[in-house]
């Protein structure tokens, strides 16, 4: 697995916000979009606060989207920003609905919307 760094995750900023040159794009949507993965890489690197702020650029466009909105709520959590962080994990459960899910993200969002 590819090691990142802060430095590497800084220079892939750029290319996040561009759409893919003309004609590359052969697929309706992105399968995994870029600033998702950015937040995933920006969460390995303990920054949460900047995680947050690229799951929530990706859930601007895709509202409904499970892995932006866990790792919202995770990033949220982490970050100190415990009522952003709940409603990220309630957002998440509903878009689960009464799935009897092991996922364990689904359980993290649980025990978030749960906290006192």
């Not at 309706?28 to 929530?56: F, H, K, N, S």
């Not at 415990?82 to 359980?107: F, M, N, V």
């Amino acid at each position: 697995m590819r090691e990142w760094t802060c430095e590497s995750a800084a220079r892939s900023r750029p290319f996040v916000n561009s759409p893919p040159p003309s004609g590359l794009n052969t697929v309706p949507g992105p399968i995994l979009p870029a600033r998702e993965i950015l937040g995933d890489i920006l969460l390995e690197q303990d920054q949460p606060a900047e995680a947050l702020v690229e799951y929530e650029a990706v859930l601007d466009k895709e509202p409904n989207r499970y892995r932006a909105l866990a790792g919202a709520a995770k990033a949220a959590q982490e970050a100190g920003r415990t009522e952003k962080a709940r409603a990220h994990a309630r957002h998440l459960i509903e878009q689960a609905g009464a799935a009897e899910s092991k996922r364990p993200s689904l359980d993290m969002a649980r025990s978030i919307a749960d906290a006192s």
